[in-house]
């Protein structure tokens, strides 16, 4: 736990196979090096595109307008909105959680987007899961 907390510190995002039950590895990957992240941010709505299904919500009574958020988020998809409160454009955000994370006042907090469909159970649902998606896109 506390290599993946110096990880989160250093403004990393974990990720791992979207799966519920077959979870074998583990990454804290950058903006900057991860080919996967590099991908998706290159898409115009990466949030679309990859998703851990939650977004983040800011409560501006806690918020100091530091914008320490604003500088940890890998999509930039949080800008400085009304009343100097951040607001998180959702077609970028993929939900990684460092606004959250980072935020001195702990006045982020991730939140279950509603209707977003549960992880696949294995690798074959996955896959199939996938195959469904691409076939309703093309």
């Known amino acids: 736990m506390t290599l993946l907390d110096q990880a989160e510190e250093a403004g990393l995002v974990h990720m791992s196979r979207n799966t519920s039950d077959e979870i074998d590895f583990l990454c804290n990957c950058d903006r900057w090096h991860c080919e996967v992240i590099k ?3 290159q898409q115009p709505k990466p949030g679309w595109v990859f998703n851990s299904g ?3 919500m800011v409560d501006p009574e806690k918020c100091t307008a530091c914008e320490i958020c604003i500088g940890r988020c890998p999509a930039e998809a949080l800008t400085m909105g009304g ?3 951040p607001q998180a454009n959702l077609e970028r955000c ?10 001195p006042e702990e006045a982020i907090v991730m939140n279950a987007k509603p209707d977003f469909p549960a992880p696949p159970q294995n690798v074959k649902d996955l896959v199939s899961a996938l ?3 691409a076939d309703r896109q093309g």
């Open 83 to 85: 009343q100097n409160v």
């Open 54 to 56: 939650f977004r983040p």
């Open 39 to 41: 991908g998706v941010l």
């Open 131 to 133: 195959k469904q998606s």
């Open 94 to 103: 993929f939900g990684c959680a460092l606004c959250a994370s980072g935020c």
